[in-house]
């Protein structure tokens, strides 16, 4: 299951889980639109990882949280902290950032 932030609390959803990943996206981005179904078919296989999309031109404090220069952007937490991020389309780079976490 993922869960799409309705309002700028990206910070109290990453400590509150063990793992979390992130998809930094927009609207207006083609690429996010292409990864967001291969993003959603990862989170219904790992039920341990909390799966979080944030709109990264609504949620400014959210989008602090990694170094969102591109989109999209995918970040890992993993006990409060990030761990790790990539700026990618590309679905075996997604699929490693998990695998991190797994």
């Known amino acids: 299951m993922v869960q799409e932030l309705t309002e700028d609390n990206l910070q109290v959803i990453v ?38 999309i944030v709109d990264a031109e609504k949620f400014p404090e959210s989008r602090k949280l990694a170094d969102v220069s591109n989109l999209p952007t995918f970040a890992i937490f993993e006990n ?17 950032l998990v695998n991190e976490l797994a």
Do not use: H
């Open 15 to 52: 400590l509150g889980n063990d793992k979390v990943i992130v998809q930094y996206s927009a609207t207006w981005c083609g690429n996010c639109r292409i990864m967001k179904p291969k993003f959603k078919k990862l989170a219904s296989e790992m039920d341990s990882i909390k799966f979080v």
């Open 80 to 96: 409060g902290e990030k761990k790790n991020q990539a700026q990618t389309n590309k679905f075996d780079v997604l699929k490693d």
